[in-house]
């Protein structure tokens, strides 16, 4: 059942701190110029893909059928959530995207390995279901809000801030002033999940799909 209001006195500052460290690492990697906005929304919805992908070993009851449509669901959902930053991006820059294969190797092999970790962990634990739960299904709710919220934050808020990066950074501030939003959303929404109790968890866990 849903709070009826944010109890912030559960909030675990160790968890936002943790996610303000990666948001952090994240940042510099863009100001550097050393990944650009495009990838980084390709990650977070790889990563959306490939969790919704393993879940189905943590809820068999499922079957292969519901299994593969849930994937497929996930799929179009980030193709719908992911091309309204990508436009607003592709317009700030106004320049074509460049990869570097190897960053993009690098980058999505970093991602796969965390995931498989996190699903070890999680199979090995005494509850398999609330471990994923509190690790994964958590996770993967901040990415799809954030990139839902994003969508507005990014058109007012984060065009603002990539129109005064112009003046001091203009090679990377279409990623940097959008990157930032997002990564400010998501830590929000980290404090505010981070406030749920083992309870709450529980209940998530035992069923967290909407049919």
């Known amino acids: 059942m849903a709070k009826k209001s944010i109890q912030w006195q559960l909030m675990k500052p160790r968890v936002v701190v943790n996610e303000g460290i990666q948001a952090a690492l994240v940042m510099f990697t863009l100001a550097m110029g050393f990944m650009k906005l495009p990838m980084l929304l390709g990650l977070w919805m790889l990563e959306l893909v490939i969790m919704t992908a393993l879940s189905a070993s943590f809820y068999p009851q499922r079957g292969r ?6 994937v497929l669901k996930m799929i179009v959902l980030c193709a719908f959530l992911g091309i ?3 436009v607003m991006y592709f317009g700030a820059a106004k320049a074509s995207m460049k990869f570097e294969p190897s960053s993009i190797v690098s980058a999505v092999a970093m991602l796969v390995l965390r995931i498989a970790m996190i699903a070890r962990t999680a199979r090995a634990a005494t509850d398999p279901a609330l471990a994923w739960a509190n690790a994964a299904l958590t996770r993967g709710a901040v990415v799809v809000i954030g990139l839902f919220l994003g969508v507005f934050a ?10 005064a990066l112009r003046y001091v950074a203009p090679n990377v501030a279409p990623d940097v002033g959008m990157g930032l939003v997002l990564l400010v959303i998501q830590i929000g929404l980290v404090a505010v999940l981070s406030t749920m109790t083992e309870a709450e968890l529980r209940e ?5 799909y909407i049919d």
């Open 84 to 86: 309204f930053p990508l």
């Open 65 to 70: 059928r519901r299994a593969i449509m849930d």
């Open 154 to 163: 990014c058109f007012l808020p984060g065009m603002l801030i990539v129109g």
């Open 204 to 208: 998530i866990a035992g069923n967290p």
